[in-house]
């Protein structure tokens, strides 16, 4: 994986970044750049607010989901805690699994993250944890 997490989180707080080119890998790019560099509270409300300013920006604000904004997060820093790794490509290429959609809806049921209440505000998990195994 060829991101570079530090020049996309510069762009992503410089609020510069095209939507249409800011796919999953780059939002988790920006994630693990962003908890590498803040606090897990500080990084969950800024990351949180770039979010929804993209989403804004493309006409979408309905799109933000905090619940998954929050879960994906976690999972992150988690795996962060556990690993060491010095790029986001090292990160990426130990957890594959986060690099799919599938790991937050392997937490949550699709009725509970297509709520309101999970885009407005975080939830907890509906799903058994031991669901979320690292295994794509």
Same mark, same amino acid.
């Given at each position: 994986?060829?991101? !570079? ?6 762009? *992503? &707080?410089? %609020? =510069?970044?095209?939507? %249409? %080119? ?7 790019? #920006? ?8 606090? *897990?509270?500080?990084? #969950? ?7 929804? =300013?993209? =989403?804004?920006?493309?006409? @979408?604000? &309905? ?6 904004? #929050?879960? *994906?997060?976690?999972?992150? @820093? &988690? ?9 986001? @490509? $090292?990160? $990426? !290429? ?9 790991? #937050? ?11 309101? =209440?999970? %885009? ?17």
């Amino acid at each position: 994986m060829n991101l !570079d997490a530090d020049e996309l989180l510069a762009a *992503f &707080e410089a %609020r =510069a970044l095209d939507n %249409r %080119r800011f796919g999953h890998a780059e939002h988790l790019a #920006v994630a693990w750049a962003m908890l590498r560099r803040d606090d *897990f509270t500080d990084a #969950v409300a800024r990351y949180g607010a770039g979010i929804r =300013a993209l =989403a804004a920006a493309a006409g @979408a604000p &309905e799109k933000y989901n905090a619940t998954i904004t #929050v879960a *994906f997060l976690s999972l992150i @820093a &988690e795996r962060m805690q556990s690993g060491g790794h010095d790029s986001f @490509a $090292a990160f $990426a !290429d130990a957890n594959p699994d986060l690099l799919t959609k599938d790991a #937050v809806s392997r937490l949550y049921s699709g009725a509970r993250l297509a709520s309101p =209440a999970a %885009r407005t505000g975080f939830l907890l998990p509906d799903r058994p944890l031991r669901t979320a195994s690292r295994s794509p």
